[in-house]
Protein backbone atom coordinates (compact mmCIF):
# COMPACT_ATOMS: atom_id res chain seq x y z
CA UNK A 1 0.00 0.00 0.00
CA UNK A 2 1.76 3.52 -0.60
CA UNK A 3 2.28 5.49 2.00
CA UNK A 4 0.25 9.04 2.57
CA UNK A 5 2.89 11.31 0.90
CA UNK A 6 3.24 9.22 -2.24
CA UNK A 7 -0.26 8.69 -2.36
CA UNK A 8 -0.13 12.88 -2.18
CA UNK A 9 2.56 12.82 -4.80
CA UNK A 10 0.74 11.17 -6.87
CA UNK A 11 -2.19 13.10 -6.30
CA UNK A 12 -0.65 15.82 -7.08
CA UNK A 13 1.22 14.76 -10.34
CA UNK A 14 -2.51 13.02 -11.54
CA UNK A 15 -5.06 15.45 -10.58
CA UNK A 16 -2.72 19.14 -11.03
CA UNK A 17 0.14 18.97 -13.07
CA UNK A 18 -1.29 16.48 -15.89
CA UNK A 19 -4.87 17.90 -16.20
CA UNK A 20 -2.79 21.52 -17.15
CA UNK A 21 -1.74 19.64 -20.46
CA UNK A 22 1.90 18.89 -18.66
CA UNK A 23 2.33 15.48 -20.82
CA UNK A 24 6.20 15.01 -20.84
CA UNK A 25 7.22 11.93 -19.50
CA UNK A 26 10.48 13.37 -18.06
CA UNK A 27 9.30 16.37 -16.24
CA UNK A 28 6.19 14.00 -14.90
CA UNK A 29 9.06 11.97 -13.61
CA UNK A 30 10.68 14.50 -11.77
CA UNK A 31 7.99 15.26 -10.10
CA UNK A 32 7.64 11.36 -8.71
CA UNK A 33 11.30 11.45 -8.19
CA UNK A 34 12.19 14.56 -6.25
CA UNK A 35 11.30 14.69 -2.85
CA UNK A 36 9.20 17.73 -3.23
CA UNK A 37 8.18 17.61 0.70
CA UNK A 38 12.07 17.57 1.84
CA UNK A 39 12.36 20.96 0.42
CA UNK A 40 8.66 22.71 2.46
CA UNK A 41 9.64 24.31 5.46
CA UNK A 42 8.36 22.42 8.30
CA UNK A 43 5.86 24.56 9.29
CA UNK A 44 4.37 24.75 5.64
CA UNK A 45 5.06 20.46 5.52
CA UNK A 46 0.97 19.79 5.35
CA UNK A 47 0.83 22.02 1.99
CA UNK A 48 3.73 20.58 0.21
CA UNK A 49 1.59 18.94 -2.65
CA UNK A 50 -1.00 21.61 -2.56
CA UNK A 51 -2.16 23.48 -5.43
CA UNK A 52 -0.71 26.79 -3.46
CA UNK A 53 2.54 28.96 -3.31
CA UNK A 54 3.73 27.79 -0.70
CA UNK A 55 5.42 30.77 2.06
CA UNK A 56 9.47 29.89 2.77
CA UNK A 57 10.30 32.89 4.43
CA UNK A 58 11.31 36.57 3.58
CA UNK A 59 8.26 36.99 1.83
CA UNK A 60 9.07 34.80 -0.72
CA UNK A 61 7.05 31.77 -1.89
CA UNK A 62 7.37 28.30 -3.97
CA UNK A 63 6.16 28.28 -7.01
CA UNK A 64 2.77 25.71 -7.06
CA UNK A 65 3.06 22.66 -8.82
CA UNK A 66 1.46 23.10 -12.09
CA UNK A 67 3.11 26.22 -12.71
CA UNK A 68 6.38 24.44 -11.90
CA UNK A 69 5.32 21.42 -14.33
CA UNK A 70 4.34 23.92 -16.97
CA UNK A 71 7.41 25.77 -17.19
CA UNK A 72 9.46 22.88 -17.00
CA UNK A 73 7.78 21.73 -20.28
CA UNK A 74 7.72 24.79 -22.32
CA UNK A 75 11.74 24.62 -21.34
CA UNK A 76 12.14 21.40 -22.79
CA UNK A 77 15.73 21.11 -20.93
CA UNK A 78 17.77 18.43 -22.16
CA UNK A 79 20.53 16.14 -21.01
CA UNK A 80 23.92 17.90 -21.78
CA UNK A 81 22.30 21.87 -21.28
CA UNK A 82 23.76 24.17 -19.16
CA UNK A 83 21.18 26.08 -16.53
CA UNK A 84 21.61 29.56 -14.84
CA UNK A 85 18.64 29.72 -12.40
CA UNK A 86 17.71 33.55 -10.39
CA UNK A 87 15.78 32.58 -7.32
CA UNK A 88 16.94 29.42 -5.58
CA UNK A 89 14.27 29.20 -3.14
CA UNK A 90 14.56 26.36 -1.16
CA UNK A 91 16.12 24.96 -4.69
CA UNK A 92 13.32 22.41 -5.17
CA UNK A 93 12.85 23.77 -8.84
CA UNK A 94 17.16 23.38 -9.21
CA UNK A 95 16.99 19.93 -8.16
CA UNK A 96 14.36 20.02 -10.90
CA UNK A 97 16.23 21.72 -13.45
CA UNK A 98 19.80 19.08 -12.64
CA UNK A 99 17.48 16.14 -12.88
CA UNK A 100 16.67 17.04 -16.46
CA UNK A 101 19.77 19.53 -17.26
CA UNK A 102 23.68 18.52 -17.56
CA UNK A 103 24.55 21.61 -14.82
CA UNK A 104 22.89 24.02 -12.79
CA UNK A 105 24.27 27.70 -11.55
CA UNK A 106 21.96 29.02 -9.05
CA UNK A 107 21.78 32.47 -7.38
CA UNK A 108 19.62 33.55 -4.16
CA UNK A 109 19.83 36.83 -2.81
CA UNK A 110 19.36 35.37 0.65
CA UNK A 111 22.11 33.45 2.41
CA UNK A 112 20.18 31.42 4.68
CA UNK A 113 18.32 30.02 1.49
CA UNK A 114 21.52 29.22 -0.38
CA UNK A 115 22.92 27.40 2.93
CA UNK A 116 19.55 25.29 3.37
CA UNK A 117 19.37 24.72 -0.23
CA UNK A 118 22.89 23.37 -0.40
CA UNK A 119 22.81 21.07 2.59
CA UNK A 120 19.65 19.28 0.92
CA UNK A 121 20.89 19.14 -2.28
CA UNK A 122 24.08 17.69 -1.30
CA UNK A 123 22.63 15.36 0.68
CA UNK A 124 20.18 14.08 -1.87
CA UNK A 125 23.24 13.69 -4.42
CA UNK A 126 22.92 17.12 -6.75
CA UNK A 127 26.43 16.89 -7.56
CA UNK A 128 26.19 19.14 -10.58
CA UNK A 129 24.69 22.23 -8.82
CA UNK A 130 26.39 25.31 -8.07
CA UNK A 131 24.83 27.81 -5.54
CA UNK A 132 26.11 31.36 -5.28
CA UNK A 133 24.37 34.36 -2.68
CA UNK A 134 23.78 37.87 -4.29
CA UNK A 135 21.63 40.17 -6.36
CA UNK A 136 21.14 38.81 -9.88
CA UNK A 137 17.69 40.19 -10.49
CA UNK A 138 19.10 42.12 -13.65
CA UNK A 139 21.39 38.62 -14.44
CA UNK A 140 24.53 36.94 -12.99
CA UNK A 141 27.73 35.84 -14.26
CA UNK A 142 27.61 38.04 -17.31
CA UNK A 143 30.71 36.30 -18.99
CA UNK A 144 29.47 32.97 -19.52
CA UNK A 145 27.04 31.26 -22.02
CA UNK A 146 24.01 29.19 -21.41
CA UNK A 147 21.30 27.19 -22.52
CA UNK A 148 18.44 27.87 -20.50
CA UNK A 149 18.19 30.78 -18.14
CA UNK A 150 14.51 30.59 -15.91
CA UNK A 151 13.79 33.18 -13.55
CA UNK A 152 11.60 32.11 -10.60
CA UNK A 153 10.45 35.27 -9.33
CA UNK A 154 8.35 37.92 -10.99
CA UNK A 155 10.01 41.14 -12.37
CA UNK A 156 8.36 43.84 -14.46
CA UNK A 157 10.01 43.54 -17.75
CA UNK A 158 12.01 40.81 -19.81
CA UNK A 159 15.85 41.17 -18.43
CA UNK A 160 17.10 42.35 -22.00
CA UNK A 161 21.21 41.72 -21.10
CA UNK A 162 20.35 38.28 -20.24
CA UNK A 163 19.52 37.44 -23.34
CA UNK A 164 23.05 37.84 -24.82
CA UNK A 165 24.14 35.52 -22.05
CA UNK A 166 22.29 32.18 -24.16
CA UNK A 167 23.36 29.79 -26.82
CA UNK A 168 22.32 29.57 -29.82
CA UNK A 169 18.79 27.44 -29.34
CA UNK A 170 18.66 28.59 -26.15
CA UNK A 171 16.08 29.70 -23.65
CA UNK A 172 15.07 32.35 -21.50
CA UNK A 173 11.73 32.11 -19.54
CA UNK A 174 10.49 34.78 -17.02
CA UNK A 175 7.57 36.27 -15.75
CA UNK A 176 6.60 39.32 -16.07
CA UNK A 177 4.33 42.59 -15.77
CA UNK A 178 2.97 45.10 -13.02
CA UNK A 179 -0.73 44.00 -12.85
CA UNK A 180 -2.70 41.49 -10.99
CA UNK A 181 -1.96 39.30 -13.47
CA UNK A 182 1.54 38.60 -15.41
CA UNK A 183 2.13 37.30 -18.20
CA UNK A 184 5.16 33.75 -18.29
CA UNK A 185 7.15 34.66 -21.40
CA UNK A 186 10.45 32.16 -23.54
CA UNK A 187 12.42 34.15 -25.32
CA UNK A 188 14.53 31.70 -27.84
CA UNK A 189 17.91 32.82 -29.69
CA UNK A 190 17.77 31.82 -33.32
CA UNK A 191 20.73 34.02 -34.40
CA UNK A 192 23.03 36.24 -33.08
CA UNK A 193 20.88 39.08 -33.14
CA UNK A 194 17.90 37.49 -33.21
CA UNK A 195 15.24 36.56 -30.72
CA UNK A 196 11.63 34.82 -30.62
CA UNK A 197 9.33 35.45 -28.00
CA UNK A 198 6.54 33.33 -27.20
CA UNK A 199 3.94 34.37 -24.52
CA UNK A 200 3.20 30.65 -22.83
CA UNK A 201 0.27 31.77 -19.96
CA UNK A 202 -0.88 33.80 -17.00
CA UNK A 203 0.17 33.45 -13.78
CA UNK A 204 0.73 35.60 -10.68
CA UNK A 205 3.76 35.26 -8.28
CA UNK A 206 6.15 37.34 -6.18
CA UNK A 207 8.94 39.47 -7.23
CA UNK A 208 12.38 39.13 -7.05
CA UNK A 209 14.02 41.61 -4.78
CA UNK A 210 14.79 44.39 -6.59
CA UNK A 211 12.49 43.70 -9.43
CA UNK A 212 9.65 44.75 -7.92
CA UNK A 213 7.46 47.60 -9.61
CA UNK A 214 8.78 50.95 -9.00
CA UNK A 215 6.27 53.21 -7.16
CA UNK A 216 4.59 55.99 -8.75
CA UNK A 217 4.72 60.07 -7.54
CA UNK A 218 2.23 62.55 -9.21
CA UNK A 219 2.40 66.45 -8.13
Known amino acids: MPTDIELARFNMVEQQIRPWDVLDKRVLEVFFNVPR ?30 VEGRI ?20 FFTACLASLGNS ?40 ERFDVIVFTGARTEMPEASLRQLNMGGRLLA ?15 ESETHFRTDS ?14 KPSFSL
Open 37 to 66: ERFVPDAERVHAFADVAVPIGHGQTMLAPV
Open 200 to 213: LFETRTGYLIGAEP
Open 104 to 143: VRSVDIFPDFTERAGGLLSELGFERVVLETGDAHDGWAND
Open 72 to 91: LQYLQVQPGERVLEIGTGTG
Open 175 to 189: ITGTGPIQTVSMVTR
